[in-house]
Nanobody
Framework: QVQLVESGGGLVRPGDSLRLSCAASGRAFSSYGMAWFRQAPGKDREFVSAISWNGDSTYTADSVKGRFTISRDNAKSTVYLQMLSLKPEDTAIYYC?????????????????WGRGTQVTVTS
């Protein structure tokens, strides 16, 4: 039904910025709640940020609050994650996820659709 493709990851230095993009193809993207999760080496998946179908509601994890901002452009069927002041502990594979719902969630099992991820590496 829906395919999600992440892009924008890369290798950066501490303090640098990146903007991740998630391009969606399929039906009714504007009806989907979307989120970003990440998984660092040797760790479980961690919630990063979520945004409701119309952008009216967002939630961002405390670990990245104030540095990361989620947004979406339904006309382009794209979700973004703007990441500022990156730290080495932000190093992870970042996944874009979605669910056809008016709601959003911090739980990874709530989402139906997952991208394959994009690697973010922050090192000095």
């Amino acid at each position: 039904q829906v395919q999600l493709v992440e892009s924008g990851g890369g290798l950066v230095r501490p303090g640098d910025s990146l903007r991740l993009s998630c391009a969606a193809s399929g039906r009714a993207f504007s009806s989907y709640g979307m989120a970003w999760f990440r998984q660092a080496p040797g760790k479980d998946r961690e919630f990063v940020s979520a945004i409701s179908w119309n952008g009216d509601s967002t939630y961002t994890a405390d670990s990245v609050k104030g540095r990361f901002t989620i947004s979406r452009d339904n006309a382009k069927s794209t979700v973004y994650l703007q990441m500022l002041s990156l730290k080495p502990e932000d190093t992870a594979i970042y996944y874009c996820v979605g669910k056809e719902s008016v709601a959003i969630s911090r739980s990874p099992t709530w989402y139906d659709y997952w991208g394959r991820g994009t690697q973010v590496t922050v090192t000095s």
